[in-house]
């Protein structure tokens, strides 16, 4: 095969410079394209070398965003699908990169972290990006949830928007910083070992957090749980004409804020909600001149959208008609 730049890589010989691996990186898709947002190899990367900073360790860092780095010229084959012929090729592909960039392999605690990271990496990315039967199947096959501070990483990447171009740029300078900062390094001491991650996570958890039972499904699954909460009798018959203001309220701003758009919640325009909610507060029972609503309709509206951010901090997933800050 020919890279953007010309390089020649076939089953003897070459490797993609980082340039161009950025570029397919950036361009294939994880999951084989089924997911419900956009997710490429590349932000795999980036939110696994995000995760990896629990580990306070550029060599890790290093280490695991280059792990799929034989994605760009073999794409993203579903595990499924991967024949063991495939892999022996991925393994002599990471040892012509390494050696192109002059790094040690990683070693054998290396790619345990490694392996942790990227089945961490799977899981929250299955509840956030993949349809819920996906995640589901995952779940089930790895016997563990979407953790924390995986589930983070991923909304931390899915948060800066990035174009595909964006996504490229952002993982080779991310890559080219890490490989100047671990010249000379060979291996570092980690601050924290895999259980010490997974316990902070369940910790966490117990404290408050919400792992993927919790988080994954707005509804809980079981039929006790789920007549738990009833939508119907205990949210819309309590306040018909509440929401059906707060509905007039979201079409108002969007309106102003998205003109020409289809209706949806730009999370970007406006965030501070406590704020807002405070002036409305003082101004309840009157009418804003700007636009004719009432300020008790838009502090509704403003509860409704911090609690919403404050469960999707949580873990629960990102609301139908949001789009991320």
């Not at 947002?37 to 280059?66: F, K, Q, S, Y």
């Not at 070693?107 to 929250?124: G, N, P, Q, W």
């Not at 589901?136 to 924390?148: F, Q």
Request: hydrophobic share 40%; glycine share 6%; aromatic share 6%.
């Amino acid at each position: 095969m020919m890279g953007l730049n010309g390089t020649y890589t076939d089953a003897d010989s070459g490797i993609l410079s980082l340039e161009e691996a950025a570029v397919g990186l950036s361009r294939e898709g994880r999951f084989a394209n089924q997911t419900i947002l956009r997710w490429t190899v590349a932000d795999h990367l980036l939110a696994c070398m995000h995760l990896a900073g629990e580990w306070n360790d550029p060599r890790i860092r290093l280490l695991v965003g280059l792990h799929d780095y034989h994605e760009s010229m073999l794409r993203d084959v579903p595990t499924t699908f991967k024949t063991n012929a495939a892999r022996r090729f991925e393994r002599k592909l990471d040892k012509r990169l390494y050696a192109m960039l002059e790094i040690k392999p990683p070693t054998r605690h290396d790619a345990s972290v490694i392996h942790f990271i990227d089945k961490e990496m799977l899981l929250a990315e299955a509840s956030l990006v993949a349809p819920l039967a996906t995640y589901k199947r995952i779940k089930k096959e790895n016997s563990a949830y979407a953790g924390v501070p995986a589930r983070r990483s991923v909304k931390w990447v899915l948060n800066q928007q990035l174009t595909e171009a964006e996504t490229a740029a952002e993982w080779l300078r991310q890559i080219k910083e890490l490989l100047k900062s671990n010249q000379g390094v060979t291996e570092m001491i980690p601050t924290k070992t895999v259980k010490e991650i997974r316990n902070a996570d369940v910790e966490e958890y117990q404290r408050g957090g919400t792992p993927a039972e919790v988080s994954m499904t707005i509804l809980p699954v079981g039929s006790v749980e789920r007549k738990s909460i009833p939508l119907a009798s205990g949210v819309l018959d309590y306040f018909p004409a509440a929401l059906a203001y707060v509905a007039r309220v979201s079409k108002t701003g969007n309106d102003k804020h998205n003109p020409g758009e289809p209706l949806h919640h730009a999370r970007g325009k406006s965030t501070d909600h406590a704020d807002c909610i405070a002036r409305h507060l003082l101004e309840r029972g009157e009418i804003d001149a700007e636009d004719g609503l009432r300020h008790s309709g838009k502090l509704a509206w403003r509860a409704l959208a911090l609690l919403q951010e404050e469960l999707e901090n949580a873990g629960a997933p990102l609301a139908r008609g949001a789009t991320p800050a």
